[in-house]
């Protein structure tokens, strides 16, 4: 790292040549040609009861899919997919594969050589979108309105879902444009060639869907207002906020939210204008940490450290994450802990000093030791915080800060339901927050036309027990009934 005796910070644009940006941002994982589908599809076993199926959060049939791609039906198979996760084309980008479909797939477990899963989902999605129309049609409009704040991954899939399903649907999203950490929070090199607002045009094509951006809780909307002027209401607003690391001189330059920062890479046009330091510390160890760390890299940071208090077996990135990281030329430093900030003497971050940590009885302590790096930059990437005080002023029950739901998404108040990183226990994963929506969208659904709920294993015993003739399984009351095709 560089010296801090001047305390002169060497922050600059365009560290690379004018050529190299798209070079070094292009598609982390490009997609498959058809040959190379038919090839990968060939590998899947098509196990019963497969385990890769039960290991994705929205219980995308994967064998199916799969099967329907070797039979050449991309189609088909995107129709599956979709089914279950309308959002299945960034999630083929973006979800951590390795930890689930892939790692319960039998062939990682036998051979360390997984299906590619996640890339053939994302050949089939891919397909359908650039060929094919919208696969679903609504239902007759059944008069109900609902609002959903924040058009992330959780609003729009449960959007999508309920104007599938005939009611007509009102998006409030706090941003300038639509589509939550899909559009503003995740590394460039992930979601090439403005993915995340084409997946945004295909959910709208279903219908009956209104996006209103610009428009926050709290702000410019209530939630007071809101249960009065539609039928239901969904919050998938996700965690506006950012933690802070406690330290004094925080608010100095050079101490930057990396949320913010990813955020203003996505949208930049000219990758070459956006300045980064010669010296960049990113304290974290998740998703967010690993992105900002790499993109720094990438637009031309010379040293780049990620600093995390536990050990590597306590990161919340994926071990390909870190692996990711580490060839691009990241160091990751573990059990340091920030202590206090170095400025120059214009008042801007130079330095940061970290306490070396340990371990002891389950407790993590500092072990009396220290180390000071030089950093033009300061990263923040330890996690977001929710709109507390906008939902406790409205009288929603919390735990820890954030909405506290049942098995539905139903919160405290009567005709709120709530999915997504705002919840209690939400996990941070845009597949997770596509299941909440959907599962939200059905409560809704089923409540809002009065549908009894399915008492599970019911069915199974009345017909067990009947007379009449053979037992038949329950169907699910979540799968959609709307194909085309």
Known sequence: MGSMDSGIRDVKAGRLASGAYAEVFADLHPPLTRHEAFVESDRCYFCYDAPCMNACPTGIDIPLFIREINADNPTGSAKTILSENILGGMCARVCPTETLCEQACVREVAEGKPVKIGLLQRYATDHLMANGQHPFKRAEPTGKSIAVVGAGPAGLSSAHRLAMHGHDVTVFEARPKAGGLNEYGIAAYKSVDDFAQKELDFILEIGGITVQNDKALGRDISLDALKAGFDAVFLGMGLPGVNELGLEGEDAAGCIDAVDFISVLRQSDDLSEIAVGRDVVVIGGGMTAIDVAVQTKLLGAENVIIAYRRGPENMNASDFEQELALK?????????????????????????????????????????????????????????????????????????????????????????WAGGDCIAGGEDLTVAAVQDGKIAAESIHRTLMQQPEKVSGFVEAVMTTSSDGPSVPEQKSNHPSHLVG
């Open 328 to 416: 691009n030329g990241v160091i990751i430093r573990h059990w340091l802990q920030p202590r206090a900030l170095t400025r120059n003497e214009h008042g801007e971050v130079c330095g940061i000093t970290l306490d070396y940590t340990v371990m002891t009885d389950g407790r993590l302590g500092v072990s009396g030791e220290s180390i000071t790096l030089a950093s033009d930059q300061v990263f923040k990437a330890i996690g977001q915080t929710p709109a507390e005080a906008v939902l406790t002023e409205a009288g929603i029950a919390l735990s820890r800060g954030r909405i506290s739901v049942d098995d539905e998404g139903r919160t405290s108040i009567p005709g709120i």
